[in-house]
């Protein structure tokens, strides 16, 4: 029983460590855009407003 | 305060700005940090195809004044005021509100190019009246 009740704790902590690690790698990729009325919004990464507005991005972060 | 003075003064105050451009109201480059013709262009392209874009994105179509698009290999900034569009490249995750507000500087030290004085009609200008 004391074996399990390590075992689970160990992957437990495995788990917890590797999702620890991906989101520490993980970049924050995003884009923002405001308006003169006030009024903004933030676009993720999926959203068909992003991946066009970040492709047109990429033609001035490309060497 | 004329562009070029107040372009190389966010490239000294500005680690994360690596490059940065210019444009009128009507969209024509009037100063940039990059010497290669075809660079300041590309960029001033990706300005300009971005404001549009992000402005097809309000359904109200108001004026786009800024649009950041961080990505992981660097950031565009763009900003809009009084008529000037600033546009910037920046090193990867940059502090976006301490960029905007370096590129906001940079557009407010521009002057307005001061327009002709004046002259009433038959009045000789100072320096001719004095010989």
Redesign the interface.
């Known amino acids: 029983m004391r074996r399990l009740l390590r075992l689970v704790l160990l992957a437990a902590l495995t788990v917890w460590a590797w999702r620890f690690l991906a989101a520490r790698r993980a970049t924050h990729e995003r884009v923002g855009v405001s308006y003169a009325d006030g009024s903004s919004l933030v676009l993720e990464p999926g959203s068909t407003g992003f991946e066009r507005l970040a492709a047109v991005a990429r033609g001035a972060l490309s060497p | 305060m004329d562009v070029a003075q107040a372009l190389q003064e966010l490239t000294e105050l500005s680690a994360q700005v690596e490059r940065a451009v210019v444009l009128d109201a009507e969209g024509s480059v009037v100063g940039s940090t990059v010497a290669d013709e075809r660079a300041t262009e ?2 001033a ?2 300005a300009r ?2 404001t549009t ?2 402005g097809e ?2 359904a ?1 179509g ?15 900034f763009v900003l809009r005021e009084g008529g000037r569009t600033i ?1 910037a ?1 920046t090193s ?2 940059p502090t ?1 509100g301490l960029v905007a507000y370096d590129l906001r500087t940079c557009l407010h030290a521009i002057e307005d190019t001061p327009k002709p004085r004046r002259r009433r009609a038959g009045q000789e200008p100072k320096e001719e009246a004095d010989e």
Do not use: F, K, S
């Open positions: 590309r960029l392209t990706v195809d971005l874009a992000a994105l309000h109200g108001d004026e786009v004044t800024r649009v950041e698009v961080e990505l992981r290999d660097g950031a565009v546009a490249v990867p995750e976006a």
